[in-house]
């Protein structure tokens, strides 16, 4: 059986983000999306998904390149006083894990997300991290051990097959990616062993950002058996924050995807049947 979940990240990172995300639940394909509980348009992501039932809704956790939720004064070896966590990916990884006190100031960090979470009233669906840095397992571990405490039942792991890519477009495996494929090993695991609903497959990430009609059109043809996430970044237009933090992202072009007939009717044909991590953590 062939079942997929159409997700889209950094829910309250804008307004265009937001408003993006509401119409692709409305008139699109879009049932899920992963919250980011300090960003700058959070508030307003929370009044869309309570004005919305059927929208599930996740923690985006961020470790790297985003907001945290703690004061800087709490948090002084994780974020300068600005209270953002930097982009540097090897030194925040080498830093997680080999740090204790960086490690303590991590875990309060993932914490108090998770607490912010809860503060919306929204139902926890799922958690993931921003740039998939929960497959750092210092990062794993913190969310899965605070996401229990708060009632999580479902984790995304990135793990893409290259078969699906090539068949639907041009698409050239490397080193990189196939080690990324075995380390996804180590988050399942984690997962697993915590009881917690995992998906086999995971779409967006070589084409991340150019997500198109075409492409995913494409995809949605040579989809394997098992759970699928194919997640999207959309948006309706591309203000400056977007253009500074991902300048060659295609947002307004992946919002169309969701809303495309050729992608419905795609997945449709291949006998993909859409659902949610509440429906599979539920056995539905």
């Known amino acids: 059986?062939?079942?997929?979940?159409?997700?889209?990240?950094?829910?309250?990172?804008?307004?265009?983000?937001?408003?993006?995300?509401?119409?692709?639940?409305?008139?699109?394909?879009?049932?899920?999306?992963?919250?980011?509980?300090?960003?700058?348009?959070?508030?307003?992501?929370?009044?869309?998904?309570?004005?919305?039932?059927?929208?599930?809704?996740?923690?985006?956790?961020?470790?790297?390149?985003?907001?945290?939720?703690?004061?800087?004064?709490?948090?002084?070896?994780?974020?300068?006083?600005?209270?953002?966590?930097?982009?540097?990916?090897?030194?925040?990884?080498?830093?997680?894990?080999?740090?204790?006190?960086?490690?303590?100031?991590?875990?309060?960090?993932?914490?108090?997300?998770?607490?912010?979470?809860?503060?919306?009233?929204?139902?926890?669906?799922?958690?993931?991290?921003?740039?998939?840095?929960?497959?750092?397992?210092?990062?794993?571990?913190?969310?899965?051990?605070s996401g229990l405490r708060h009632g999580l039942r479902a984790v995304r792991v990135p793990l893409e097959p290259p078969e699906p890519l090539r068949a639907a477009g041009t698409y050239a495996d490397t080193l990189g990616d196939a080690a990324l494929r075995r380390w996804t090993g180590l988050l399942r695991h984690q997962a697993h062993k915590a009881g917690l609903v995992t998906n086999d497959w995971c779409f967006g990430l070589a084409w991340s950002g150019h997500m198109t009609t075409e492409r995913v059109s494409a995809l949605a043809a040579h989809l394997p058996d098992g759970l699928s996430e194919i997640y999207f970044h959309p948006a309706t237009a591309k203000n400056r924050l977007l253009q500074r933090l991902m300048p060659t992202y295609e947002h307004e072009a992946e919002f169309r995807t969701l809303c495309a007939p050729g992608f419905r009717s795609g997945l449709a044909h291949a006998g993909a049947m859409p659902t949610t991590w509440t429906d599979v953590a539920c056995g539905r």
């Open 1 to 145: 059986m062939k079942r997929v979940i159409i997700s889209a990240d950094d829910f309250g990172l804008s307004e265009e983000v937001n408003e993006a995300i509401e119409i692709a639940h409305r008139d699109g394909l879009l049932s899920t999306a992963s919250l980011m509980v300090s960003g700058p348009a959070a508030a307003d992501a929370v009044r869309r998904a309570k004005k919305l039932p059927d929208l599930r809704v996740g923690l985006h956790l961020v470790a790297i390149e985003g907001p945290a939720t703690l004061p800087p004064a709490d948090i002084p070896l994780l974020v300068p006083q600005d209270g953002q966590f930097p982009s540097d990916q090897l030194k925040l990884g080498v830093e997680y894990f080999f740090r204790p006190a960086v490690r303590r100031e991590l875990a309060a960090e993932i914490e108090a997300q998770f607490r912010a979470f809860a503060a919306t009233g929204l139902a926890l669906d799922h958690a993931n991290a921003h740039k998939h840095m929960h497959l750092h397992p210092t990062v794993g571990r913190y969310l899965i051990e």
